[in-house]
């Protein structure tokens, strides 16, 4: 299982340096992994009991319960579906879109890592683990090349998805053969192979990027709309920005599992550009982003499986398909509120009092 | 155009803040803000070089200058946002780097022609200002202890601390936010998205932004860039208004006019200082050439 990999990992490094720590250390770790995984696992039980009470009442062929991959397809599509989103409104307004795509690649040579090391050192550690890492590391890089170089984000961004690529395309040539085949299915994605395990990994990612976000969304919000003023406030700018940036490596290695490197970057702007066309207000164009890219998820896998096509970029399709329309509905709500708009060309200030906003 | 000062209903709370701005040996109540000898440059040259300025309480200071002459650098060094290569930048006695009171300064960019196309509603922006007061920073500002709190008053204790960790606003928040809305004139407005407004409304929207914060001290840069004439003068009179009721204004502007019937103050700037003082002795100085060189226009017939 992948924790205990982590863990044995972890006591492996730290018994070159003290081997008296590694006993403790090493039953501690694997408590901690088994209670970190075993609670997503115990959710993919139940989600598979609600997934076969949902075949029984509907007769959904691909909710058959003997295609569990599906049932966890569905899962992980989901929570995708929330979580792009959800970090991509953040992304998209400080325009920073593409960082995505850039995190995608790194990803892909995490992958390369975790494949690399598990032909060569026959670890059997779980490749979304080692794209994680190496994707988080790599966000980190991208804002302190940034900061260290007042480089352009996009600069810094082609820096690191160029080298990214290059590691995985280096390590994967390295072992020739049977790696090369491996890697498709994380090239573009692939219901088929969510693993139990792949979907652990994604509901824990799940839990870390809704709850970072619950609790820093005023943050992330402030900063997002207006760094300078944030700065002055007392933020601390770079610090909201890094964890902004580890929250998309994230996101983009946990949605990789089905919609692989390529395309998972959509996920992350479609929907968010969807949603600025009909929103009025921030938390409306969050939660209606939300919606179009579960629409997109849910219609994609049912495409993908009734018609036998990639899930990836059938979801794509369908995410770009409700953007255009969304691009329709919000030029015909302003024509009407154009029209219906009253004059906003006179404000009275009713008694302006300075003191209402003081507490002194 | 009325300046600060002119409007009867405001006579009043300007002679309080006359007293203010004179009251400054009281504890807490020094310059707002207080440049030493600051030099800065982004390169070997310096940008800003031995600049020293004292703001008090409740003053209306405009630092003006050419471009390029260093306005925006001394904005940020004296909001903490550059560290100076020499001097000292204190913000309400305190060093720029150690303040962490951030909330009592509103900010202001040049915001009017910014074409933001972010979905945002105007009492969303507002709401902001709510944001350093909320969360953790309020549980630690109850003076009891986490027992005698939870003894005194459980229910109102727990809904604090969720508050303080799911960072939501209270009902007195919402207030707040309500009341700078109002007080700025854009309550009719609250809920359209900041987008669709005119570039003096969204000024407005920004000022609103600082009073729901509780700033002490407005830092505006060049805030009436790409508005249209009558909203800027309805703009200043805001401004007037809020200084007269006690907030402590710094503009830095461009607009020599502007400043000459808004400001009490004159800051000239063109790497150093060349002009502190009065409006009246500025418009009469020759600082104004100096700084700007011989093309400068005169002041002599501006209107005040």
Redesign the interface.
């Known amino acids: 299982m992948s924790a205990g990999v982590a863990a044995t990992l972890l006591t492996a490094v730290l018994a070159a340096v003290d081997p008296s720590m590694v006993l403790p250390l090493q039953s501690g770790l694997g408590a901690v992994g088994d209670l970190v995984f075993g609670v997503p696992h115990w959710v993919l039980e139940q989600w598979y009991w609600l997934m076969d009470w949902v075949y029984y009442f509907t007769g959904l062929e691909m909710l058959n319960p003997r295609y569990r991959f599906m049932h966890r397809a569905i899962l992980v599509g989901l929570c995708v579906g929330v979580m792009a989103p959800l970090i991509g409104t953040f992304l998209v ?1 400080r325009q920073l879109a593409l960082i995505g795509d850039a995190l995608a690649h790194t990803g892909f040579a995490g992958v390369a890592v975790g494949l690399f090391l598990n032909a060569v050192l026959d670890l059997g550690v779980s490749p979304y683990l080692t794209a994680v890492v190496v994707a988080m590391i790599a966000a980190l890089c991208i804002e302190l090349i940034s900061e260290a170089t007042d480089a352009y984000n996009d600069v810094s961004m082609a820096i690191v998805l160029s080298t990214g690529f290059a590691l995985g395309t280096t390590l994967i040539s390295l072992n020739a053969g049977g790696l090369a085949v491996g890697v498709n299915q994380f090239l573009f994605g692939n219901l088929s192979t969510v693993s139990p395990g792949s979907a652990a990994i994604l509901l824990v990612l799940f839990a870390v990027i809704v709850g970072t976000v ?6 992330l ?2 900063v ?3 760094e ?2 944030a ?5 601390s700018v770079n610090w909201y920005n890094r964890v902004m940036v580890m929250l998309t490596a994230m996101v983009v290695v946990g949605a990789m599992q089905i919609m692989g490197v390529i395309l998972v970057a959509a996920m992350l702007v479609v929907p968010v550009a969807g ?2 066309q009909v ?7 969050l939660l209606v982003s939300v919606v179009l890219a579960e629409l997109a998820v849910l219609l994609g896998i049912a495409a993908a499986y009734y018609g036998g096509v990639t899930a990836g970029g059938v979801i794509v399709l369908f995410a770009v398909a409700i953007y255009v329309c969304a691009v329709a509905i919000g030029k015909v709500q302003s024509a009407r ?1 154009e029209r219906a ?1 009253p004059d ?2 006179s ?4 008694g ?9 | 155009m009325s300046s600060h000062g002119t409007d009867s209903g405001t006579a009043e709370r300007t002679g309080e803040r006359a007293s203010a701005a004179t009251d400054t040996d009281a504890p807490g109540r020094g310059p707002v803000v207080d440049l030493a000898g600051v030099t800065f440059g982004y390169t070997a040259t310096p940008v800003v070089e031995d600049v020293s300025l004292a703001v008090d309480p409740g003053e209306y200071v405009a630092v003006v200058g050419p471009n390029g002459s260093g306005k925006s650098t001394l904005m940020q060094l004296l909001l903490g946002l550059l560290e100076p290569d020499a001097g000292t930048a204190r913000l309400f006695g305190e060093r720029t780097d150690r303040f962490d009171d951030g909330e009592r300064v509103g900010y202001v960019a040049q915001h009017a022609s910014a074409a933001k196309e972010m979905p945002i509603t105007v009492r969303e922006v507002v709401k902001m200002g709510r944001f350093p007061h909320v969360g953790f920073g309020r549980l630690s500002a109850d003076d009891r202890t986490a027992a005698t709190a939870l003894r005194e008053d459980p229910l109102a204790t727990v809904r604090r601390v969720a508050n303080a960790v799911s960072g939501r606003l209270a009902s007195e928040d919402w207030a707040i936010v309500d009341d700078a809305l109002a007080t700025v004139g854009m309550s009719a407005f609250a809920d359209r998205r900041i987008t669709q407004l005119s570039g003096g409304q969204r000024q407005r929207a920004f000022i609103a932004r600082a009073l729901a914060g509780e700033a002490d001290l407005l830092v505006l840069d060049e805030p009436t860039v790409g508005v249209d004439a009558e909203s800027v003068e309805a703009f200043y009179d805001l401004l007037a208004e809020l200084n007269a009721g006690g907030i402590t204004v710094l503009l830095i502007e461009h607009d020599l006019g502007a400043v000459v019937e808004q400001a009490a103050r004159v800051v000239c700037l063109n790497r150093e200082v060349y002009f502190d003082g009065p409006t009246d002795a500025f418009v009469d100085s020759d600082a104004l050439a100096r700084a700007f060189g011989t093309g400068a226009r005169s002041l002599a017939g501006v209107d005040r």
């Open positions: 307004h619950a609790l820093t969304r005023n943050q919000l402030y997002t709309f207006d300078t003023a700065a002055v406030s007392g933020l949603a600025t929103s009025r207000s921030f938390s409306e164009s509120g708009a906003m060309g404000i009275e200030t009713d302006v009092d300075a003191g209402a906003g003081r507490g002194d």
